[in-house]
Nanobody, 122 residues
Framework: VQLQASGGGLVQAGGSLRLSCAASGGTLRDYATAWFRRAPGKEREGVACISRSGENTYYDESVEGRFTISRDNAKNTAYLQINSLEPEDTAVYYC????????????????WGQGTLVTVSS
């Protein structure tokens, strides 16, 4: 499956963005899906993941309450709604998919999108 992440941009602190992860060449409902990010000078970190059915979601504690992961299997797309953006959220955001139990472990995922840049100004 190929993944295309989009929706990033420049936003002021306190603003919101919705990132999209569109799948092609496969059926996204067959895959757990996650969002990871890599901030400048930092390691990649997992921020949110969602089970194949969408019933189960998990968040890194640093984003819980501000980020919401969801999926629309009919549209073959997953989303990450980001609210109350902070400058520390500036990063390239990647979506990933894998035929696994949803996890924030990057190595568990087989398929990755190209990333979309989110820049938050203070």
């Amino acid at each position: 499956v190929q993944l295309q992440a989009s929706g990033g941009g420049l936003v002021q602190a306190g603003g919101s963005l919705r990132l999209s992860c569109a799948a092609s060449g496969g059926t996204l409902r067959d895959y757990a899906t996650a969002w990871f990010r890599r901030a400048p000078g930092k390691e990649r970190e997992g921020v949110a993941c969602i089970s194949r059915s969408g019933e189960n979601t998990y968040y890194d504690e640093s984003v819980e309450g501000r980020f919401t992961i969801s999926r629309d299997n009919a549209k073959n797309t997953a989303y990450l709604q980001i609210n109350s953006l902070e400058p520390e959220d500036t990063a390239v955001y990647y979506c990933a998919a894998g035929k696994i139990v949803a996890s924030l472990v990057a190595g568990a995922y087989d398929f990755w999108g190209q990333g979309t840049l989110v820049t938050v100004s203070s």
